[in-house]
């Protein structure tokens, strides 16, 4: 390992201590806001606000992560851009959906499971999203630290990724936006358009684009060894999704809301990957 980090000219020892820093920082930001929204999550109606001030303060340190990075400018640009705008993209959809001024139902049933521990257990679980982030930030770092000295086709394959993935949880978020918003739809299950084919397409995109950025630190050759840590991210973010806090309490919420029509659906589409139920 020695010889190769010496042949791309950096010193292991030399390179870690700015790192640590770096990401003693990044937990310290990532702790504090979260720490904030759990003081405004704590009013009534006001828990969406803690997606959203993730969604947001996650880009924000992405960005710093990725303009502290050591590869070349051109792709700790790249990078920065790229999370930036998955974070604006993410964050201002569901600040839309904050502003309405209606509890998430996720927070809603937790708040309801929790009872008068409710807001020491709702702090607790907020500063285990700003370590997620942290996890997340992982990833932004070393699709930014590539040595590669140049750009090279897996940097516009990771942007193009990148953008199809952004582009493909827009329109999810869009086309469940619309069906929400007809009154003959209230009680109804959404399985047109891409929920006909994944009962979570939002969710898959999500995961697809934090492919992006392994793709990035890998780099072309599969060669640099530290890329292969940019892995953590997809690999957290498909657990947290699929098995943590995204489609089990949103599941169990659609089960106790629309009954026997989500449990067909559940039986038709699979939860995660597009496709048939069994493909």
Do not use: C
């Amino acid at each position: 390992m020695r010889e190769f980090v010496l042949v791309h000219g950096a010193d292991v020892k030399g390179d870690m201590a700015p790192m640590i820093l770096l990401f003693l920082f990044l937990a310290a930001f990532m702790s504090l806001v979260m720490a904030l929204a759990w003081e405004v999550a704590r009013k009534p109606g006001k828990s969406g606000w803690t997606d959203t001030i993730w969604s947001f303060a996650t880009g924000a340190g992405g960005v710093i992560a990725a303009m502290g990075g050591s590869g070349p400018l051109a792709r700790r640009l790249l990078v920065a851009g790229m999370i930036l705008g998955w974070s604006l993209r993410l964050g201002t959809h569901i600040l839309r959906r904050t502003l309405k001024g209606r509890d998430d139902p996720r927070y809603a049933e937790l708040k309801r499971e929790w009872g008068a521990a409710w807001e020491q257990r709702l702090f607790r679980f907020l500063q285990i999203q700003a370590a997620a982030g942290l996890v997340l930030l992982l990833s932004i770092f070393a699709a930014a630290s590539n040595p590669a000295p140049a750009l090279a086709w897996s940097d516009w394959a990771g942007l193009v990724l990148l953008l199809l993935s952004v582009a493909g949880e827009a329109v999810a978020d869009r086309q469940l936006r619309d069906f929400a918003s007809v009154a003959a739809n209230q009680g109804k299950v959404m399985d047109h358009g891409l929920w006909a084919v994944s009962r979570h397409p939002n969710y898959f995109f999500e995961w697809t684009g934090w492919l992006a950025y392994a793709l990035i630190a890998i780099g072309p050759e599969f060669t640099w060894p530290w890329g292969y840590a940019a892995l953590s991210g997809p690999a957290f973010i498909y657990l947290l999704l699929v098995h943590a806090s995204g489609i089990p309490p949103t599941e169990a919420h659609m089960l106790r809301s629309r009954g026997q029509g989500f449990r067909s659906y559940q039986q038709r589409v699979n939860a995660f990957f597009p496709g048939p139920r069994g493909s």
